[in-house]
Each structure stands twice: as C-alpha cells, then as structure tokens.
C-alpha cells in the first residue's frame, strides 16, 4: 500500500533562518506531488505541484521554493523565513492524471513556528 | 477558476444529532467533488467523492453527501454522529483538465456529550 511521510512534525525557527521540509512517498510511481500551507481559519493554500522529476509549478509568489529531486521526493525550502511563513505544511500525492480520477492523499503535516 | 464556499466557520452538533455540512462550488462545467476530514493537528483523509453519476454519494465513517446542479451545491451529511467525527471538513472541487483542488475554508464540528 502507498505511504506518504513528512517530517519534522514540529519545527520552530526564527525569522531570517533557513528551512527544509521533507516529504516522501511510497508504494507508488510517478506520483503527483504537492505542497499546501493551512493558516488558522483559512483553508488550504496549494503552493507548489509537481507532475515529475524536476517540472515544479508555484501557484503563489512568495519566498518559499520547491524541489523535487527524485520521483517520490518532495522538498520544500526557504533561504530566510518571514513570520508570516508560520502555519500548518502540509504535502500530498495523487496518481498520475488529473484531479477527478485520482484524490489526494495527504502526510501528517509539519506545523512550522517563526519567532 | 473554480473556487468552494463553506458558508459555516463552525457547527455545534449533539451526539446522536444529524448533521448536514454546506458546500457551494462555482465552475461552469461538471465540477469533480470532494469532501475531506482532518482531526486536528493531522493530515486530511477523504471522506468521499463525486464524478458523475448517482448524485448521492456514500462515504466513509457513515458520510453521505449530494450533488444538486441547480443549487451548485454539494452537501455532507450524517443521520447521527458520534463524538469521534468532532474534525474539520473541507470541501473541495477540481476538473478534468487539472491536477490541482481547490479547497474551502472549511467547517469545524464540534460533538457535544
């Protein structure tokens, strides 16, 4: 069965510092791959989504950025955190096509504090 | 773009109560539907889906949900709840050209004794 892992759970870091949030998935190829951020009271934000290896697509401009180096790989990066980077992370996969055939499938999310 | 409106920020529910969740979606063909649930401070899971078809859908944990066109609206429902589906549900629409969702605000139930 497919699994899909984030981590850290918990990250505290202060304003200006880097960050690096990591997601990965299992028992599945090619996956589609996404980031979105939770803000208390605000829904879901998709920020960035990736259809393979290398192709990134960013739905908001902002000072966070996306990788994806290998095919079940997903990592979210900062060079400086701003305070209003705070919120809920969270990183999911679906299969390949588009959205009405294959839901989303979420990790447990990484709750990130800037100070 | 397709965009979801959950008009309800929170609802309180008896145990044993019904409850019936809103959602009303705007996009101009036949949307692709969703409702998810997140427990807090977890991921979401998917509660249940809607394509085509049958416009009342079954899910998970009890849930059911109907799609009305003429309302534009996707409503989650449950005959009687337990204090276990205490959560926040969002809903959510896509379409058949697109990988992305885009999700409502979503609506956090809380279970009284």
């Known amino acids: 069965s497919q699994t899909i892992h984030q981590w850290p759970a918990t990250l505290v870091q202060p304003v200006g510092s880097p960050l690096s949030l990591e997601c990965t998935v299992e028992?599945?190829?090619?996956?589609?791959l996404y980031w979105y951020r939770q803000a208390a009271g605000r829904g879901l934000q998709l920020l960035f989504y990736?259809?393979?290896?290398?192709?990134i697509s960013s739905e908001v401009p902002q000072n966070l950025s996306a990788s994806r180096p290998q095919d079940r790989q997903f990592i979210l990066s900062s060079k400086k955190l701003l305070l209003s980077d705070s919120g809920f992370y969270l990183c999911?996969?679906?299969?390949?096509?588009?959205?009405?055939?294959?839901?989303?499938?979420f990790g447990n999310g990484t709750r990130l504090t800037v100070t | 773009a397709q965009s979801v409106t959950q008009p309800d920020i929170h609802i309180t529910v008896s145990e044993g109560a019904s409850l019936e969740l809103r959602c009303n979606y705007s996009?101009?063909?036949?949307?692709?539907l969703f409702w998810y649930v997140q427990s807090p401070g977890q991921g979401l899971q998917l509660l249940l889906k809607?394509?085509?078809?049958?416009?009342l859908v079954q899910g998970i944990k009890g849930f059911e949900a109907e799609f009305k066109r003429s309302q534009s609206s996707f409503n989650l429902r449950k005959p009687s709840v337990h204090w276990s589906d205490a959560a926040e549900y969002f809903c959510?629409?896509?379409?058949?050209?697109?990988?992305?969702?885009?999700f409502g605000a979503g609506t956090t139930v809380t279970v009284r004794a």
């Open positions: 999911a996969w679906s299969g390949q096509g588009s959205s009405y055939n294959s839901p989303l499938h």
């Open positions: 028992g599945t190829s090619n996956p589609n």
């Open positions: 990736s259809v393979g290896i290398g192709q």
């Open positions: 996009y101009g063909a036949t949307p692709y």
């Open positions: 809607y394509f085509s078809g049958d416009t």
């Open positions: 959510a629409v896509g379409r058949s050209n697109d990988y992305k969702l885009s």
